[in-house]
């Protein structure tokens, strides 16, 4: 049986104020393109769907075609609610929408939604789980020792009283330790949001959402399919992708992938200005209609630089300037290590710099324990 992976559209999503919209309708009609090719029985989205808990009337409409026209197809779609989600939101409407071969799973309640598919080598059962914090799985299992998301993930998926002598199929959304992530992805307090794959070693494919860029966990079958769209900068190596899954007998399984290419791409450029606005550099390069970030490499700022440089490049999304100056402050260098600390090692440095010491051992326990109880919405 042919499964198609699919995660983190994040419909209705801004990048630096851009509206991605058109490029996700764009690179949508490529996957139904590309389903349309591999005729899967089942589609699995797992999780991020839209980019808000409460999303624009646009990017419903736009998710509520492709849901449509994944019907029309007579092809069973599996979909789980993200962290971005609203699971409550997501769910409306599910039970109607079951007759048309649409299954989302609902809000989080102890137990979760079980499909069951059948094909010549027997049943294969597909697991909903959706994004859970370890303060929801204990409001179900307050008997449990529920520490981490590790130990949530693991008394959820106990309660499923799985059958490993079958073929089963997790989706879900979580962060898999051993995963990278990158900058345009939410980061918790000292990593405690990360679950270990352990846990997921029951399934015979696990289809992860959360992370943007496409990889496999420890084995090939606990996989994140990334997201279809660059939405960052730190992205922009990603080679974006459908993943294709197909389950034959139990324990055979086989992973590919199906290149993506989107309607702007997502790319850095660096030189003077002169030599970017030369029309030799740009002319025959699709540079003019991507997203863009220009780092100028002038000594001298260039006056409205970024309205001069939109004349050619009109999808400009960022613009800086590397140079002694620049150097000698530190600005570029800083910038770029914003993304790469956690709130924890945020609040160590604030501390620091307001008290002119660092904190000391007690200090920073208690400070990563409030953190984690605001982060699971325990305050």
Request: with cysteine; charged share 25%.
């Amino acid at each position: 049986m042919k499964f198609i992976h699919l995660s983190d559209l994040h419909l209705g999503k801004r990048v630096n104020e851009f509206s991605m919209l058109e490029d996700q309708q764009y690179i949508l009609a490529e996957i139904l393109q590309i389903i349309e090719d591999e005729c899967p029985q089942g589609v699995l989205i797992a999780g991020d769907v839209y980019d808000k808990a409460v999303p624009s009337a646009e990017a419903v409409a736009l998710m509520d075609n492709f849901l449509v026209a994944l019907s029309q197809k007579n092809i069973q779609v599996f979909l789980i609610s993200g962290n971005h989600d609203s699971p409550e939101r997501m769910a409306f409407g599910g039970r109607l929408m079951e007759q048309s071969g649409i299954h989302i799973a609902p809000a989080y309640h102890g137990n979760v939604t079980v499909c069951t598919m059948e094909d010549e080598h027997g049943p294969i059962h597909i697991y909903l789980l959706p994004f859970v914090k370890p303060v929801h799985v204990r409001r179900y299992f307050p008997e449990a020792n529920i520490q981490d998301y590790t130990d949530a993930i693991r008394t959820a998926i106990a309660a499923m009283e799985v059958d490993e002598t079958q073929r089963n199929v997790l989706v879900t959304h979580q962060f898999v330790t051993g995963a990278t992530r990158c900058d345009s992805e939410e980061r918790s307090v000292g990593g405690t949001d990360e679950v270990d794959a352990s846990v997921l070693d029951g399934f015979d494919y696990v289809a992860l959402g959360h992370l943007h860029g496409p990889q496999q966990v420890g084995k090939e079958t606990v996989r994140y399919c990334g997201t279809p769209l660059k939405y960052s900068f730190s992205e922009v190596r990603h080679r974006k992708s459908v993943t294709v899954v197909e389950l034959e007998e139990k324990g055979k399984v086989s992973v590919r992938t199906v290149p993506l290419v989107p309607k702007r791409d997502l790319v850095e450029l660096r030189g003077t200005y002169d030599a970017l606005t030369f029309r030799g550099f740009y002319q025959g390069t699709s540079y003019p209609q991507d997203y863009v970030h220009i780092t100028l490499e002038d000594e001298e700022d260039i006056p409205d630089g970024m309205s001069k440089l939109r004349i050619i490049y009109p999808h400009l999304m960022r613009l800086d300037y590397d140079n002694r100056r620049t150097r000698a402050q530190g600005i570029l260098e800083q910038a770029q290590d914003i993304p790469s600390k956690t709130p924890l090692e945020w609040m160590e440095q604030f501390y620091e710099m307001q008290n002119g010491q660092p904190m000391e051992g007690y200090q920073r326990e208690l400070a990563e324990k409030l953190m984690e109880r605001v982060w699971e919405g325990e305050e």
